[in-house]
C-alpha cells in the first residue's frame, strides 16, 4: 500500500514562498495510473483542493490559487512538491498530500503538515 | 465552481443510532461523489466513492446513496469510533470541491 508523508518548513514568513514535499513509498510514481494531489485546510475549518501532477510532469491547479501554485514531481526520488507564492496569514493551513486515481477518486492521504505563515 | 453543501452542519447522536448526513451539489454531478471521514488532529479517510461504492476495508455499517445533485451518507449502528466531522467531495469536474463538513458527537 502506497504511503505519503510530508514534509518542509512549518514557519514561513509573510511574501515568502512556501515549499513542502511530499514522499511516497510503497509505489511509484512513475509507473503511471494515479495523480499526486495537495489539499490544505485552514485550522478549525474545511478542505480546499490545490491541485494535482501526473508523473509526466502535467499539471491543474485550483484556478483561486494558480497565478501562486507550483507543483511538480522528482520521479528519480518518487517525491513530488509544492510551491505557493507570495503567502500571507491566509496560507496557515495543514497541507496535505493525497493520491488519486484515474477518476479522480482520492484513495489515500499523508498525515499533514502544519504550515503557519507569520513574521 | 461547483457549490456542495451538507446538513445538519452537527448533530448530536447515541451510540446505536442510525445516523444520516446529507450533502448537495449546485449542479448535477452524476455520482461523481466521495465521503471523507475526518478524527481530530488526523488526516481525512476515505469512506466511499461513486457515491455508493465502499472503499476497501471500510465497514459496512457506512452506506452512500444518490445521483445528480442530492446524496446522503449513513451509518446505521453509531459506534464510539464513528465520532467524527465527514465531508463530501464532487469531483465530477474541476475544480474539485469539499462540502463544509458534518461533526458528529456524543448525545
Redesign the interface.
Known sequence: QVQLQESGPGLVKPSQTLSLTCTVSGGSISSGGYYWSWIRQHPGK????I?YIYYSGST?Y???LKSRVTISVDTSKNQFSLKLSSVTAADTAVY?CAILDT??????????TLVTVSS | DIQMTQSPSSLSASVGDRVTITCRASQGISNYLAWFQQKPGKAPKSLIYAASSLQSGVPSKFSGSGSGTDFTLTISSLQPEDFATYYCQQYNSYPLTFGPGTKVDIK
Open positions: 474545511g478542505l480546499e483542493w491541485g491543474y485550483n484556478p483561486s496535505y477518476a479522480m477518486v482520492t484513495l489515500d492521504w499523508g498525515q499533514g
